[in-house]
């Protein structure tokens, strides 16, 4: 691993204070399960706990898609980071200081980019409570009824309809062009070299990442000219993915597991509207349709979503890919229907939070909705119509990898259509999602069935140093050509040259970042595995390792010696047999 510049005591001292199950708990739910903790994994479809923490490993490890690592690791792949990045986010979260020289080009930008969205976020809020013309702004706010908690919650500002105040104001702050145009503040003009702002005249809505760090803006018109788009958002930056995140969600989480689903609305003030409504578990998907990475979001924090856009935007979501990734994350939707074409945010000040509460209560699953979509566009009850509803069933239906809940929804939706449940078995065959469905992937340990005897003494004497480090100089008289399996000489070379002897405990995760090749990291992950899922270590004290490393060490001399008299054999007989009577000995491992 290139640690740059950073000392390794430096790096153990960040690892020794950053706990891996603190760590990894703020990404995903974590339940302890003996001396472990459990969660879904967040690196592929999980949806049944595949990702084992240890305290004691300081490791993770992924029983379905085979990601394991250190602290570093699991950060790395989670936040699309790379190692110095890491480094750098762990050693600010335990307060270590890093060597200046340290820090990375890019997280430099990154650095830039945050102090200047926290910059814009003061000042829009200047503007907006300071400012004549934000009194405009302020006063149509309040008449949305928006109150005066909810916009210093949200952190609501206003830019100036001037084509160069926020320009101006970043500039006088300390802000190149260049980072004001990385972070989408300001645009070129046709002119080369002429700068003006994005946002002019608008209200201004900060988004925030789950820490609740702004990285984003969305700005909306308070009176709409005919050419005025009424939203617009900052452009993707370094900081912001547009795909990744959900409005609000900051501020979400913690009501969202405690309500046990998450409210999803469309934009802006419709999430507004809910929050100041009492419905604080609810996220914006801000007009972009769901992606991977959303429904990987929201499953962090639950498993059941309502689903809240106005009518329209509702019914070409429910087509859409989106929902049926939820389904197929295990994610139960629900579709709520708002009467006479409104959005929440209209609902709620027409009628209030209470009868939002019953909308809320009634929503339906999505298969019924969708029935129910397609009753009230063409019904039901004629062959089109039936045709028309399962059509549009069968993606969301193929969605459900759980068979059995397939076949109730399949069960339920052909006695709604008074169909056959057998016709829409058939559509879901022309799919390839029949009723014979591959097995979900069960927590396994992978074992080679081809090993020989002498891999299989190979690999259990990198075992036995894997548990007991301290022993590593028992094995360095043994040279690499000592192994005939090309993943066991890189692990013990690396074992030989990384280890530091003097220590209880090897660290793990170096170890997995240090393999260059994919096949020592799945060994590795996969001795992590077995010390994971025995609940006492097969090799319970340091003897009882010693003795079965010494046991492996005299088997591989033996192979050695054996290799040695083939040669000779080779060189002096022309005996066949003998020759090939040692060579068997030698496969067999005897
Ligand atoms: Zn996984």
Redesign the pocket.
């Known amino acids: 691993m290139q640690s740059g510049l950073v000392p390794e005591n430096i790096k153990e001292e960040i690892k020794s204070r950053c706990d891996i199950v603190d760590i990894i708990s703020e990404y995903v739910s974590l339940k302890q399960r003996g001396k472990n903790f459990v969660g879904l994994?967040?690196?592929?479809d999980?949806t049944k706990p595949?990702?084992y923490v240890s305290r004691d490993l300081q490791i993770f490890k992924?029983?379905?898609?085979?990601?394991a690592g250190d602290v570093f690791a699991f950060l790395m792949k989670y936040q699309k980071i790379t190692y110095p990045e890491a480094l750098k986010a762990l050693a600010e979260r335990c307060g270590i200081t890093l060597p200046s020289t340290y820090d990375s080009k890019e997280s430099k930008i990154s650095e830039e980019l945050k102090n200047l969205n926290k910059f814009a976020v003061q000042y829009y809020q200047k503007m907006l409570f300071d400012n004549s013309l934000g009194n405009q702004a302020l006063t149509y706010l309040k008449k949305r009824g928006i109150d005066d908690n909810i916009i210093a919650s949200f952190k609501l500002g206003y830019s100036l309809p001037n084509w160069d105040s926020f320009l101006n104001a970043g500039k006088k702050a300390g802000f190149s062009e260049k980072i004001l145009l990385t972070g989408g503040f300001i645009l070129e003009g046709k002119k080369q070299g002429n700068y003006y702002d994005r946002f002019r005249g608008r209200i201004m809505f900060p988004i925030f990442d789950v820490k609740g760090e702004p990285i984003a803006f969305g700005g909306r018109i308070i009176e709409a000219g005919e050419s005025d788009a009424k939203y617009i958002n900052s452009p993707e930056t370094p900081l912001y993915t547009k795909s990744k995140n959900l409005y609000n969600l900051n501020m979400a989480q913690r009501a969202i597991q405690k309500e046990g689903f998450a409210l999803l609305v469309e934009g802006y003030m419709d999430a507004i509207s809910c929050f100041q409504a009492g419905f604080t578990n609810v996220v914006a998907s801000l007009g972009t349709s769901l992606t991977d990475s959303h429904v990987k979001l929201i499953k962090r924090y639950t498993d059941e979503v309502i689903i809240a856009y106005d009518s329209d935007k509702a019914g070409a979501e429910a087509s859409a890919r989106g929902m049926n990734l939820l389904i197929k994350a295990d994610v139960r939707v629900r579709m709520l229907t708002i009467p006479s074409e409104k959005d929440p945010d209209d609902f709620i000040r027409e009628n209030g939070a209470d009868a939002f509460r019953k909308l809320i209560s009634s929503a339906v699953d999505l298969v019924e909705y969708k029935i129910d979509r397609i009753n009230k566009q063409i019904g039901i009850d004629t062959a089109e119509g039936k045709k028309k509803a399962v059509d549009d069933l069968v993606s969301t239906l193929a969605s459900m990898g759980n068979l059995v809940q397939r076949s109730e929804y399949v069960k339920k939706s052909a006695e709604r259509l008074n169909i056959e449940e057998e016709y829409i078995w058939q559509q879901l065959s022309k799919i390839g999602a029949g009723k014979n469905i591959a097995k979900s992937t069960q927590p396994t340990i992978k074992t080679s069935s081809k090993q020989t005897a002498r891999e299989r003494i190979e690999r259990l004497l990198i075992e036995c140093l894997i548990q007991c480090p301290k022993l590593v100089s028992k094995t360095k008289h043994l040279k690499k050509e000592d192994f005939t399996n090309s993943c066991h000489i890189e692990l013990i070379e690396l074992l030989w040259n990384n280890i530091d002897e003097s220590k209880e405990n090897i660290e793990l995760g170096d170890l997995i970042n240090n393999c260059s090749s994919k096949e020592a990291r799945d060994l590795i992950s996969n001795i992590i595995a077995k010390k994971l899922t025995l609940k006492k270590n097969l090799l319970s004290n340091i003897e009882d390792i010693e003795a079965e490393l010494n046991g492996c060490i005299k088997k591989i001399e033996d192979f050695r010696k054996r290799e040695s008299k083939l040669a000779i054999l080779k060189e002096n007989t022309a005996d066949k047999i003998t020759i090939s009577q040692a060579l068997m000995s030698i496969r067999k491992g005897k």
């Not at 992924?62 to 990601?67: L, Q």
């Open positions: 994994c967040p690196f592929h999980d595949s990702l992924c029983f379905a898609c085979d990601s």
